[in-house]
């Protein structure tokens, strides 16, 4: 298929080029003795990930480990009380650990392991990347350093302690205000001095090359999934596919399934609580072309052109920009870009538990709300819903926040 120029049946070969761009995002910003450190990876990824021996372990681990693949569900009583549209969800909730990131940490902590890393080094926000991490981890044995602020230590508890369980080094971050931006810092600088016997594991689409790249093809097992499993299902493809977008990679995993095909793409991000710099964080909405974190992308910047505070009732969706890779499907036009509010998202998170029995993460639910949104709004046809993780983790501070509803 041809679209605006890009030829996607051979997306994957040339996207993103061998200096890790797609257009002009992406790339490798970063300080000379990292630069090393990157080549080393991205050379690895393509001689060990393309390996038969690489894809047959991570194959197996998927299946026997993972509980892969997720179904994909049928979403009866919410699509009869909506009217003429069919909704589905791929079930990524039922991934071991509770959401798709355990799908890159298995392949990132693998690839570590056949490198002959003793150790795993990760920055974690809200928590869900550090408990993936130190799963996989403790899966093969690794040494995993987790760096995260003393404010999220003291909101996170319940995910703190899931990474001590696990095995993991938990390193608590004081400088600044102490929440993810100086974690990142931490993480970098610790990686800078420990690359030897180190491997940095990126927690979405983001940083440098080869992370978006290497990220978004251990992801996109829930696209090759889902795509077969709907086809299987209902005998044709969705009319539409929608995902929530923080980082970008649950959703590029699903996408990556159907960007080749006559099928509709949303990429949902969140609106928060208005439009104002601060209140959301919608970065390709409201966002401009800028260079953070090591990728070039586009990202919401502050008055001096720093990131900007970014706010949403997820937590795994508030970064100020998003995956290189988003910014080029979002210029091209191939996937539009959209966004829901935390009230929206409330409502969304209660109407799935009440009517299918499923209760998402809060960061699902951005996606689940633009499902029903455009239920509404289509005659006919069906829409398909990356259901990225499960709700266990949000529900006291939603019953607190936002009562019963
Ligand atoms: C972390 C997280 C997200 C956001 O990350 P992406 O890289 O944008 O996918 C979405 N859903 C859940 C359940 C998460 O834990």
């Known amino acids: 298929?041809?679209?605006?120029?890009?030829?996607?049946?051979?997306?994957?070969?040339?996207?993103?080029?061998?200096?890790?761009?797609?257009?002009?995002?992406?790339?490798?910003?970063?300080?000379?003795?990292?630069?090393?450190?990157?080549?080393?990876?991205?050379?690895?990824?393509?001689?060990?990930?393309?390996?038969?021996?690489?894809?047959?372990?991570?194959?197996?681990?998927?299946?026997?480990?993972?509980?892969?693949?997720?179904?994909?569900?049928?979403?009866?009583?919410?699509?009869?009380?909506?009217?003429?549209?069919?909704?589905?969800?791929k079930r990524e909730d039922l991934n071991h650990s509770g959401a798709h990131k355990l799908n890159h940490c298995?392949?990132?902590?693998?690839?570590?392991?056949?490198?002959g890393k003793k150790k795993v080094i990760a920055e974690t926000g809200a928590g869900q990347h550090g408990v993936a991490l130190a799963t996989a981890a403790a899966y093969f044995g690794l040494k995993c350093d987790i760096y995260m602020g003393s404010v999220d230590i003291k909101k996170q508890a319940?995910?703190?302690?899931?990474?001590?369980?696990?095995?993991?080094?938990?390193?608590?971050?004081?400088?600044?205000?102490?929440?993810?931006?100086?974690?990142?810092?931490?993480?970098?600088?610790?990686?800078?001095?420990?690359?030897?016997?180190?491997?940095?594991?990126?927690?979405?689409?983001?940083?440098?090359?080869?992370?978006?790249?290497?990220v978004r093809d251990f992801q996109s097992v829930?696209?090759?999934?889902?795509?077969?499993?709907?086809?299987?299902?209902?005998?044709?493809?969705?009319?539409?596919?929608?995902?929530?977008?923080?980082?970008?990679?649950?959703?590029?995993?699903?996408?990556?399934?159907?960007?080749?095909?006559?099928?509709?793409?949303?990429?949902?991000?969140?609106?928060?609580r208005g439009e104002q710099l601060g209140d959301h964080a919608a970065s390709l909405k409201y966002g401009t072309e800028g260079i953070?974190?090591?990728?070039?992308?586009?990202?919401?910047?502050?008055?001096n052109g720093d990131p900007a505070p970014v706010y949403s009732v997820a937590s795994g969706l508030d970064y100020p920009?998003?995956?290189?890779?988003?910014?080029?499907?979002?210029?091209?036009?191939?996937?539009k870009y959209d966004v829901v509010n935390d009230d929206e998202t409330v409502d969304a998170f209660f109407e799935l538990a009440r009517m299918e029995g499923i209760i998402p993460a809060i960061e699902s639910a951005h996606a689940v709300a633009y499902g029903i949104k455009l239920a509404k709004q289509m005659r006919t046809g069906s829409v398909l819903i990356n259901l990225s993780g499960r709700g266990d983790k949000d529900m006291d501070y939603i019953i607190e926040k936002y009562g019963i509803r």
């Not at 298995?106 to 490198?115: D, F, I, P």
């Not at 077969?228 to 929608?242: K, R």
């Open 158 to 214: 319940p995910n703190v302690a899931r990474m001590k369980i696990l095995g993991a080094n938990v390193i608590e971050v004081k400088e600044g205000l102490a929440t993810l931006k100086e974690a990142v810092d931490a993480a970098f600088d610790a990686y800078s001095k420990e690359y030897e016997d180190a491997i940095y594991c990126i927690g979405s689409v983001l940083g440098p090359h080869p992370f978006p790249m290497m």
């Open 1 to 89: 298929m041809n679209f605006n120029g890009v030829n996607f049946d051979t997306y994957f070969k040339n996207y993103p080029n061998s200096e890790g761009f797609f257009g002009k995002y992406g790339g490798a910003y970063v300080a000379e003795n990292l630069k090393k450190a990157m080549e080393e990876i991205t050379e690895a990824y393509f001689t060990i990930c393309k390996s038969s021996k690489f894809i047959g372990e991570l194959r197996k681990i998927r299946r026997e480990f993972q509980g892969r693949p997720t179904p994909i569900s049928y979403l009866e009583r919410l699509s009869t009380k909506l009217g003429n549209v069919q909704l589905y969800v």
């Open 321 to 335: 920009s998003s995956g290189p890779e988003h910014a080029f499907l979002h210029d091209l036009g191939r996937v």
């Open 222 to 272: 829930v696209g090759i999934e889902a795509r077969e499993q709907f086809v299987g299902m209902t005998g044709e493809l969705p009319d539409a596919v929608v995902a929530c977008v923080g980082g970008g990679s649950n959703a590029m995993g699903i996408f990556s399934g159907f960007l080749n095909d006559p099928v509709e793409l949303y990429g949902i991000e969140p609106l928060g």
């Open 292 to 303: 953070m974190h090591g990728f070039n992308s586009i990202m919401l910047k502050d008055e």
């Open 106 to 115: 298995m392949g990132e902590a693998l690839l570590a392991k056949y490198m």
